[in-house]
């Protein structure tokens, strides 16, 4: 290694000249210097071993968002392309007894979307067998109506 020196002259007798100076040399390591280093080692080593635990756990994690992204990315592109999707949507059933036909209509748009014949089951039309239940008019009194089917 080249050698640096600093100088400092001091003049001792006008024919010897007596300079200070210091210079980089190899120096020779004592056992508390290699204990110290070897302590300094053991700690950059491990911290080393650490912070790449800690890059690996950042990178599984930033990896599962990136394909979480990409998971809504591709649903979201499939249905662009497409142009619909399938949502539950409200829909009217009216089951005409006189011309024999079930039609349904969507409540968002009302557009008839199916009419059919009634299925032979569909037509069957059931008897109530429960007598009416009485009711009243809010106040705790029977309506009318209701004296009147008692009546019967």
Same mark, same amino acid.
């Given at each position: ?37 070897? @302590?300094?080692? %053991? /700690?950059?080593? &491990?911290?080393?071993?650490?912070? $790449?635990?800690?890059?690996?756990? !950042?990178?599984? *994690? ?45 409540? @968002?748009?009302? %557009? /008839?979307?199916? &009419?059919?014949?009634?299925?032979? $089951?569909?037509?069957?039309?059931? !008897?109530?067998? *429960? ?22």
């Amino acid at each position: 290694m080249p050698e640096k020196t600093k100088e400092k002259a001091v003049m001792v007798e006008p024919q010897i000249k007596t300079v200070k100076s210091s210079a980089i040399l190899k120096c020779i390591l004592t056992e508390e210097e290699k204990r110290k280093l070897a @302590d300094d080692l %053991a /700690q950059e080593v &491990e911290q080393v071993s650490r912070l $790449e635990g800690e890059l690996k756990a !950042l990178a599984s *994690e930033m990896k599962a968002k990136i394909n979480e992204v990409q998971a809504r990315l591709a649903k979201h592109a499939s249905l662009f392309r497409q142009g619909y999707e399938y949502r539950e949507v409200a829909i009217e059933i009216v089951k005409n007894f006189h011309s024999g036909t079930v039609s349904k209509t969507r409540m @968002d748009t009302f %557009a /008839q979307y199916e &009419e059919r014949a009634m299925t032979g $089951e569909e037509r069957q039309q059931f !008897l109530p067998l *429960e007598p009416p239940k009485k009711t009243d008019d809010g106040n705790g009194k029977e309506t009318e109506k209701t004296k009147e089917r008692e009546k019967k």
